[in-house]
Structure formats: structure tokens, C-alpha cells
């Protein structure tokens, strides 16, 4: 049988392909050892609990009141650590914070939609499982969405919130255009084990950078965070899927403000540059009655570093006796007004 000869463009066009296949495979086996070596390096140091098929890491500490805590993306339960924020609260009060799906040592099913509608469900089903009643729920960041899902889905369950730094109503999003790909089913399996682990591992010193502005990034961040627990590829994918939902669910949860029953205490800073103050915290406080907020001079969007009192205060606020407050609306006061050691801390509105 005669077959058609090579020319010598198709024959460097099937290299460079093979090539390109060898490499990426070489890439993403890279990867995963890093990733295992991340995890062998940090292994989890609070309890493993089996709830509704995920793996979910929690560190608990202190006694007292519950509080739970709700880190954003990026990091994990460790952010709070950095802070000093668990340590402060533990004083005081039983300190559960959580390592949302896919980030830590959690794991992200793909038999659901991770919205955080599904997070805040998953969360009361664990505390559910550890006989923990009516917690103050704190959120930071993209855990300030799911604080608000499990406040409007079961406000009975909870005796207040703490959102922090929070997106709340529908804007365009940059980085979920830009982290999108990395979410989707097989190309972004692939993309999170080589182009975008890479690429990760490139911008991560200037996505904190950011997060931090006009702050510094201080040492007990880097210290206390693993630079390659950041970046393994099933976080990459927590990172992209959850801000791929972000738009759609502060639209969802946004047309459901008005049926928040529980008191909720909004903390800002005024340089903030990864969430407008104005149209995100400053609105809510607005549409809100049983809100207060503090907004706080030159502080960015990672609040809980800058001035840890300020959140300690707010949760505070929440149970000033330690004793339960009632979730009804009749309990709920009708002031628009921080608590006064709030004022004295930052700038109430």
C-alpha cells in the first residue's frame, strides 16, 4: 500500500505535539508530588469528621458559647490561626473553625454543586453531628456567603452572624472569568495540573499581596499557611468553582434579605480592594434593621489581622451574657446602632 510521504512541516508539527503531551505529563506529575508532599509536611491537626460523604477537618478549641469560623478562598481554617483570631476567641468561648470543601485537609465530592447554599447545609448537618446548638456563625470573605446561607436557611439554628469583608449583591467578577476554566470538568483537570498549577504557584505571593493592601502581609501568615497546600490542584479547583458561583448566589441570596430573622454584625475595612465597602457592606447595613456595622480606617479586605479586637468584640455583642438569644423577631433590636465598643474600635455607620 502506498503511503503519501511526511513533509517535514507535518513531521515537526508531530513533535512539537508529542513533545507538548511528554511535558505535560512530566508537569503534572510534578504536581502531584508536590501536592503529597504538601500533605505528608501538614497533616491535619484537628478532628476528621465523616458528614453526608465529605471529609470535613475542623480544629476546635476553648470553651464556652460556640463560635464557628468560615474562612474565604485561598487559605483555609489556618487563616484564623495566623490571625491569632482563634486564640483570642477561645478565651472565652468553644472555637470551631472549619476547613470548607476542597481547601485543607477537606475534600470536594463532585456529586454536588458546592455552592454556598450546599456549604452552609453541609456545615449544620456537622454541627448537627458534634451536638453543637445555635452557634455565632463568623465568615470572612467568601465564608461570609455561606455564614448568610446558613442565617437564612436556619435561623432558629444560629444565634447570630459575623460577616467580614463580605460580596453580598451580584457585580462582575474578574477573577471568576479569569479562574473559570479551571473549574470545568476535564479541561480544567487538566489546566489545574499544569498551566494553572503553575501559574498558581507564580501569582500566589501577589494574590496575598493583594488580599493584604494597603496592609502589609504579616510573617504569621506565611508562617502559619503552606505556600504548597495553597496551590494543590483540588484547591486551585475549590478557588475557581466556588468564585464561579459567586455572581449567581449573591443574586439568589441578595432577593432573600429580607427574610434574615437573626441579629448580624458587618465588619469592613475602608481600603479594601477586592470587595467594594459601599456597594457591598455598607448596603447590606442599610437594607438590613437587625445589622450593625463597623467600617474600619485603612484596614484592606483581611480585617480579622489588622484588628482582631473588633471581631472579638462584634461576636461578643452577639451573646454579652453567653446565655441564648432568642432567633425570633420580637428578640431582635431595632437599632441600626454598633454596640458602643464597637464605635470606639472603628468607624460605625
Not at 246 to 268: C, D, F, N, T, Y
Request: charged share 20%; hydrophobic share 45%.
Amino acid at each position: 500500500m502506498n503511503r503519501l510521504p511526511r513533509t517535514p512541516a507535518a513531521s515537526r508539527a508531530s513533535l512539537l505535539v508529542g513533545g507538548a503531551v511528554l511535558a505535560s505529563a512530566a508537569v503534572a506529575a510534578w504536581v502531584e508530588r508536590r501536592a503529597r508532599r504538601a500533605l505528608a509536611r501538614h497533616p491535619p491537626e484537628g478532628r476528621m469528621l465523616e458528614v453526608d460523604g465529605v471529609r470535613l477537618h475542623c480544629v476546635e478549641r476553648g470553651a464556652g458559647s460556640p463560635v464557628v469560623l468560615l474562612h474565604g478562598n485561598t487559605v483555609s481554617h489556618r487563616d484564623f490561626e495566623a490571625s491569632g483570631l482563634i486564640d483570642r476567641l477561645a478565651r472565652h468561648h468553644r472555637v470551631i473553625a472549619f476547613d470548607r470543601p476542597g481547601f485543607g485537609h477537606s475534600s470536594r465530592p463532585r456529586d454536588r454543586l458546592w455552592t454556598p447554599r450546599a456549604q452552609g447545609a453541609l456545615f449544620k448537618a456537622a454541627l448537627a453531628q458534634m451536638g453543637v446548638e445555635r452557634p455565632v456563625v463568623l465568615g470572612h470573605s467568601m465564608g461570609s456567603m455561606v455564614a448568610m446561607a446558613i442565617g437564612l436557611d436556619d435561623p432558629a439554628g444560629v444565634r447570630g452572624l459575623v460577616l467580614i469583608g463580605g460580596y453580598y449583591y451580584p457585580s462582575l467578577r474578574v477573577d471568576a472569568l479569569l479562574t473559570a476554566p479551571a473549574a470545568l470538568p476535564v479541561l480544567g483537570d487538566v489546566m489545574r495540573y499544569t498551566v494553572t498549577a503553575l501559574s498558581a504557584r507564580l501569582l500566589l505571593e501577589r494574590l496575598v499581596e493583594t488580599m493584604f493592601m494597603p496592609n502589609d502581609v504579616p510573617a504569621a501568615f506565611w508562617d502559619v499557611l503552606s505556600r504548597e497546600m495553597l496551590v494543590r490542584p483540588v484547591q486551585i479547583r475549590a478557588n475557581a468553582e466556588d468564585a464561579a458561583f459567586m455572581i449567581g448566589q449573591a443574586k439568589a441570596s441578595s432577593e432573600r434579605h429580607g427574610e434574615l430573622r437573626v441579629p448580624v454584625a458587618i465588619i469592613a475595612g475602608t481600603d479594601d480592594v477586592v470587595v467594594d465597602v459601599e456597594a457591598h457592606s455598607v448596603h447590606l447595613h442599610e437594607e438590613l434593621q437587625n445589622s450593625s456595622l463597623v467600617v474600619l480606617p485603612g484596614a484592606g479586605h483581611m480585617v480579622h489581622y489588622v484588628a482582631p479586637e473588633a471581631v472579638v468584640a462584634a461576636v461578643n455583642t452577639l451573646q454579652p451574657d453567653g446565655m441564648p438569644m432568642s432567633a425570633s423577631s420580637d428578640s431582635i433590636p431595632a437599632t441600626n446602632e454598633a454596640p458602643a465598643e464597637l464605635q470606639a474600635i472603628g468607624l460605625a455607620v
